[in-house]
């Protein structure tokens, strides 16, 4: 994920994957990277909150935070 429409992608299909499954917790934590990326750090921080309420104990979540 290098350029911004490969992020902007990747928010969209982690978007459609949340949609489908509210406990993906894997799309919430890419969703979050790729907006930490792009600059949308608000953004990042939600999925990142989200992701932890879904999986508490995952170390990768919590050092992202």
């Known amino acids: 994920m290098s350029n911004s429409g490969e992020l902007r992608a990747a928010v969209a299909q982690c ?3 949340i ?3 509210a406990k993906a917790t894997k799309a919430y934590f890419i969703r979050c990277q790729a907006h930490g990326k792009m600059k949308l ?5 939600d ?6 309420k879904l999986d508490p104990q995952n170390k990768s979540l919590l050092s992202e935070f």
């Open 41 to 45: 750090f608000e953004e990042a921080i």
């Open 19 to 21: 949609g489908i499954d």
């Open 15 to 17: 978007t459609v994957a």
């Open 47 to 52: 999925d990142v909150k989200n992701a932890i």
